[in-house]
């Protein structure tokens, strides 16, 4: 190789000229060895890679592929810059001095280009960094059904996908800056003095926002939930936004109320883990009637209800021997919670029906006086 050199040098006669087609070869070469491992990329590991059951590692390969190739290239391009500059600073064979006393404003023209191939290659991390951020964040919005979110696919993540490539800029832009030998103390120390007299302002929207941020990626709730909140209120979750959720109560309103407070409260999600819920009937009967009669009667109460769940059987249960009454439970299970209500408005009317066909006395309060007698 070095051979075919000295037979080029000597030939030209003209180092100027020589280096600028060594500039011109390794560029060339580059380009060729960048398309070579292209091509082993997508004809060789790329087979492989689609045997795999996700399809991340696709998509990560995809990018890879693309990067490795215009790396592979930038990097030519640097190793021709450097051995031209090493070239032009060394003695020349057919000059008296180095080419760069003859030719000063090369030393300029270097430095730019450097310059240019650092952004160029900052440029094109950014771009895959930006494309990687968008796969893992589409990776796990797929993994966590989020399309069946309009919260999450709608708001949450597209704002993740906004704010990391923000970031990701921010820092670029930095290392740009850090580059070109600039300052970036004071911008850094202006940006965070700012950042806390933001934060400071809008301490308690930022609260509400990251409470927001841990609801949809914790997922204690969903929308279309039915959970019961603070002080027993019980409704269904119609959205979850950034700053707020809201429920809608059994009266149509809609209580409005920050995240940050739901994050801290004690909260029960009556949908989750399954829609099956339990329905109670609370009934008391008199002293001496027939307990088994009772449980019966009780249970032929569920018999034919429309929304009696077939996952579990209903069951009758002896609570306590109350001040005026034996206290009985009737408990029943419905498929969904919406049908609860419903169920269990019928279930007492049956109860009552049948109490009242079999003779089974539900009694009143009552309260029995005992008067002392007295002796004359």
Not at 68 to 89: C, D, N, P, Q
Not at 261 to 282: A, F, G, H, M
Request: proline letters at 3%.
């Amino acid at each position: 190789m070095d051979y075919l050199l000295d037979i080029l040098r000597n030939f030209l006669q003209d180092d100027l000229l020589y280096r600028i087609i060594l500039i011109v070869i390794t560029i060339i070469f580059s380009f060729f060895v960048a398309k070579f491992l292209g091509f082993i990329i997508k004809k060789i590991i790329k087979p492989f890679v689609q045997k795999t059951k996700t399809e991340i590692d696709d998509l990560l390969l995809n990018i890879s592929g693309t990067a490795i190739y215009r790396l592979v290239f930038l990097g030519g391009i640097y190793l021709a810059l450097t051995l031209f500059e090493k070239g032009i600073k060394n003695e020349s064979k057919y000059l008296k001095k180095p080419l760069i006393q003859y030719y000063p404003f090369l030393e300029d023209l270097i430095f730019f280009a450097e310059i240019g191939l650092f952004i160029v290659l900052v440029i094109i991390l950014l771009n895959i960094l930006f494309k990687v951020v968008d796969i893992f964040i589409d990776w796990y919005a797929f993994k966590i059904n989020a399309k069946e979110d309009r919260n999450l696919s709608g708001s949450l993540f597209p704002l993740l996908k906004k704010v990391s490539k923000i970031l990701l800029f921010v820092l670029a832009f930095a290392i740009v800056l850090s580059k070109l030998k600039i300052d970036i103390s004071a911008f850094v120390v202006s940006l965070g003095v700012g950042s806390l007299a933001i934060a400071l302002a809008a301490q308690e929207s930022i609260s509400n926002m990251i409470s927001g941020f841990i609801i949809m990626i914790d997922r204690p709730f969903r929308i279309g939930d039915r959970i019961r909140y603070a002080d027993n209120q019980v409704g269904d979750v119609v959205e979850i936004g950034i700053r707020s959720t809201k429920i809608q109560d059994f009266d149509n309103n809609i209580v409005v109320i920050p995240n940050n407070e739901i994050v801290k409260s004690r909260l029960v999600n009556i949908t989750y883990p399954t829609t099956l819920t339990r329905v109670v009937v609370d009934v008391g009967v008199a002293y001496g009637s027939d307990l088994e009669k009772v449980k019966a009667t009780l249970l032929k109460a569920t018999e034919g209800d429309q929304d009696l769940s077939s996952q579990k059987n209903p069951a009758v249960y002896f609570l306590n021997f109350g001040a005026y009454s034996l206290d009985f439970r009737l408990v029943a299970f419905t498929d969904h919670y919406s049908n609860a209500w419903d169920m269990q408005c019928r279930l007492r009317e049956k109860v009552y029906e049948l109490f009242k066909k079999e003779g089974i006395e539900i009694p009143f309060p009552q309260t029995v006086i005992h008067k002392a007698e007295t002796k004359n």
